[in-house]
């Protein structure tokens, strides 16, 4: 199997294979070495760490907003079918553990009830 190289080109080399799961992360061939296989591998997750914290705190900052907007024009503070619409759309996608990520980003975005 081959290791993780990340090119912020989109026009990589033709011999390269992506990442599993994505189609933006090339890969170029570590087998021989699988040191380096596991160092390119744990880059790529560093970086997949980076964007989710980035998208984590936007999110939530985005979902704070909506939340003082609402209240501000006389809604209430949580909207129940929009938080179960949030829920089965991540246990859709992620099964169980979905269910759990959902209840964390929403509480993210809402703080403590």
């Not at 290791?3 to 990589?12: K, L, Y």
């Not at 024009?73 to 169980?96: C, H, N, P, Y």
Request: aromatic share 2%; proline share 5%; no cysteine.
């Amino acid at each position: 199997m081959n290791g993780t190289m990340v090119s912020d080109s989109p026009s990589a080399a033709p011999s390269t294979d992506t990442a599993p799961g994505t189609d933006t992360a090339p890969i170029t061939d570590t087998a021989d070495d699988p040191q380096a296989r596991i160092a390119a591998l744990r880059a790529r997750l560093d970086e997949i760490d980076a964007s989710l914290i980035q998208l984590w705190q936007e999110r939530a900052a985005i979902s704070r907003e909506v939340g003082v907007t609402r209240v501000a024009s006389g809604g209430t503070r949580l909207v129940l079918s929009r938080e179960r619409e949030i829920l089965d759309r991540f246990r859709t996608a992620l099964g169980a553990d979905g269910t759990q990520l959902a209840l964390l980003v929403l509480r993210a975005g809402r703080g403590p009830l």
